[in-house]
């Protein structure tokens, strides 16, 4: 069976928008107007998006660009000679994990993976803290699996935005979606950790690559497809990273591998618009929500797109249609009014309602949110849930359609992309795929579920990490 997750069945279409009282029906449209993007603001988007690549890339730009437009140091794909034993670490979201990877012939041949939660205590701790629990994690990962004397490579998938400096550097540039540690940024992840291993004294593993998730996501989608191009993570956070001529790509502090063609680079898309660029489309919905977020001011792209902060979009508009009279007659209750009370959770199983033509799921959503509700309140929620999906899967794709365009490749590009948003929304990947279509008209591409391309795919990277430090 195909990996491709783009199924055709999936209607694209809105709900149908039926509110009996026109007075309801015209505030409920003046309050989300704002939210729909037509397709002329959409192409200037691509435009601008397209401009602060190549702004990124810059050695001396004339401006700040908000896109990073990182150096991976990764110059090769998976090409089915990776062999031996990978540990491969995968911190980003509320769960961290260990895993042991074994290649052979290039092939996956057997997995072992353990979770530890990563409390908000250490979220929002110390660095030293936070890294001494992955140590800890990693020895009591080795000791179930009697592994404690051997000598084994890692790759570490750190997901948040680093300034690389070579395959096994990575200095932080700032925290995002829930991590908010003391002592880290412009500190060198892998460096940190190495300490931490150190201070131990009972490790003996050795640290050789350190990538984003997105990374891990292309190679895992190079693994099961070498058409794949770009890597996309839509889940907590939202980032995209792609191949690029290694001729664009102008920092080496850590040296470049003579002959180096092409190299990954992470775009740390979920900052585009941080420098102000795209406030022609901030909502007062965006704007409130950034005040309250953890880390204000920063990820304005990120923050209309990803899982993190759709449920909470969706929340704030019902909160003023609340404050108007124009939602359920007026009263909301406690877990309505309360940040984070309405989770992206809820915009999935909405989403497939409309799907469906069914109420069911809205139903057992608002009366978990303990609102009363008549058939006008179902319409409008079901709506709302549908305008924040629908902007966020126009803003992912005008992005992908202009990487797509920008590599100009002849041939059909896969686009591997993982994340709990991707995978639980039920027609997030149609939407996609249907404004990639229509925002990059002729381009072939596909999208493929890569999953656990930032565990798996940390493991190929250190398979890889090795070859290339053969050559250099
Ligand atoms: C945030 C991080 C980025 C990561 C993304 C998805 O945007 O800055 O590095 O790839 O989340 O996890």
Not at 259 to 267: A, K, L, P, Q, W
Request: a negative charge; charged letters at 25%.
């Amino acid at each position: 069976m195909s990996p491709c997750v783009t199924s055709t069945n999936i209607p694209s279409e809105p709900p149908r928008l039926e509110i009996s009282d026109p007075k309801k029906s015209t505030q409920y449209q003046e309050c989300v107007n704002s939210l729909k993007l037509s397709k002329e603001t959409m192409l200037k988007i691509g435009k601008i998006f397209h401009e602060e690549m190549e702004l990124g890339l810059s050695l001396n730009p004339p401006k700040k660009s908000s896109l990073q437009m990182c150096n991976t140091y990764i110059t090769q794909l998976p090409d089915g000679t990776e062999e031996g034993e990978f540990l491969a670490l995968d911190l980003g979201g509320t769960n961290f994990r260990v895993l042991l990877l074994e290649l052979s012939k290039g092939q996956l041949v057997r997995e072992e993976v353990k979770h530890y939660h990563v409390p908000e205590a250490l979220r929002l701790g110390h660095g030293i803290t936070l890294f001494d629990y992955l140590a800890k994690c990693i020895y009591e990962f080795l000791k179930e699996h009697d592994l404690e004397k051997r000598r084994l490579p890692l790759g570490f998938t750190f997901s948040f935005p680093m300034d690389q400096r070579g395959l096994d550097s990575g200095v932080l540039v700032t925290w995002t979606k829930t991590f908010n540690c003391e002592g880290v940024v412009g500190e060198d992840a892998v460096k940190m950790l190495n300490d931490a291993i150190h201070r131990r004294g009972d490790l003996n593993v050795d640290v050789i690559a350190v990538l984003n998730d997105t990374t891990g996501t292309l190679i895992q989608g190079a693994y099961l497809d070498p058409a794949c191009g770009i890597g996309l993570i839509l889940g907590t956070g939202s980032n995209a990273c792609y191949i690029e001529k290694a001729e664009k790509v102008l920092r080496w502090d850590g040296g470049k591998i003579n002959g180096t063609e092409e190299v990954i680079v992470d775009i740390e898309s979920g900052a585009f618009g941080d420098t102000g660029v795209l406030d022609f489309i901030r909502t007062d919905f965006d704007r409130e929500l950034d005040r309250h977020s953890l880390l204000p001011e920063s990820f304005t792209f990120e923050k209309y797109i990803s899982g993190r902060y759709l449920g909470e979009l969706a929340r704030l508009i019902m909160v003023k249609l609340v404050n108007q009279r124009s939602l359920f007659a007026g009263v909301g209750s406690e877990k309505l009014l309360t940040p984070g009370g309405f989770t992206t959770r809820f915009i999935s199983m909405i989403e497939a309602d409309t799907i469906n033509h069914s109420t069911d799921n809205v139903r057992i959503v608002l009366d978990e949110l303990e609102v009363n509700f008549d058939a006008d309140d179902i319409n409008i929620v079901k709506d709302i849930c549908y305008l924040v999906t629908d902007r966020s899967a126009k803003l992912v794709a005008i992005t992908l359609a202009t990487i797509l365009e920008r590599m100009n490749k002849p041939n059909s590009v896969t686009i591997a992309v993982d994340g709990s948003l991707f995978k639980l929304h039920p027609r997030l990947s149609t939407l996609i795929d249907k404004y990639i279509q229509e925002f990059a008209p002729g381009r072939k591409f596909s999208l493929l579920l890569a999953e656990d391309g930032s565990g798996k795919g940390a493991g190929l990277t250190a398979a890889l990490a090795l070859k290339m430090k053969n050559k250099l």
